[in-house]
């Protein structure tokens, strides 16, 4: 049970878009299109942003998007806002029937 | 709405146990997998446990398996989970969350606020 792999962080200024890829292996992002992505703020519970590579919660700005290639899964966040500030975590189900996170990718929002 | 509540974390010595509670209110539990996921400090989210809705399917972490057990009461709407022969490594903020059906699929939106377990000698 690995880790998914994630930069550690990544920035960007207010208006520009970010993409954080999702690295793992045929038994678990490979194989299976439930990858979710959760935003933490500090001191706070996730908040899952998308579910099942490409879907939304509802509630959630249309600026968050999910996609999948093979082993890597991408979060793109658009139209960057200072309140996107915080931690994005992927997760996926494995083969083992359980589900593996990533590292975690912390945003700054310049 | 939907709720979900943890007790039960605090500062204990490796070797010991624990179990956290994790109530819930607003939706048909006895529907729901469950999910516990701890926040480990520097390190970030580890997924621990999934309890499929009616408490036959259970699965682990390897780095928990044998030492924790996830277990539901669909009576009293509450999920728990044993912790024994605690490591300074089980340190974290432990969060219960729903699951997206009755299965090991997805964690739901809905997750509690945590609770903290500290695990010192």
Known sequence: ?110 | QVRLVESGGGVVQPGTSLRLSCATFGFTFSSYGMHWVRHIPGKGLQWVAVIWYDGKNKFYADSVKGRFTVSRDNSRDILYLQMNSLRVDDTAIYFCARGRHYDSSGIDEYWGQGTLVTVSP
Do not use: M
Request: proline share 5%; hydrophobic share 30%.
């Open chain 1, 1 to 110: 049970q690995s880790a998914l792999t994630q930069p550690a962080s990544v920035s960007a200024s207010p208006g520009q878009s970010i993409t954080i890829s999702c690295t793992g292996t045929t038994n678990d992002i490979g194989g299976y299109n439930s990858v979710s992505w959760f935003q933490q703020h500090p001191g706070k519970a996730p908040k899952l942003i998308v579910y099942e590579v490409t879907n939304r919660p509802s509630g959630v700005s249309y600026r968050f998007s999910g996609s999948k290639s093979g082993n890597t899964a991408s979060l793109t966040i658009s139209g960057l806002q200072g309140e996107d500030e915080a931690d994005y975590y992927c997760s996926s189900f494995s083969i083992t029937y359980t589900w593996i996170f990533g590292g975690g990718t912390k945003l700054t929002v310049l």
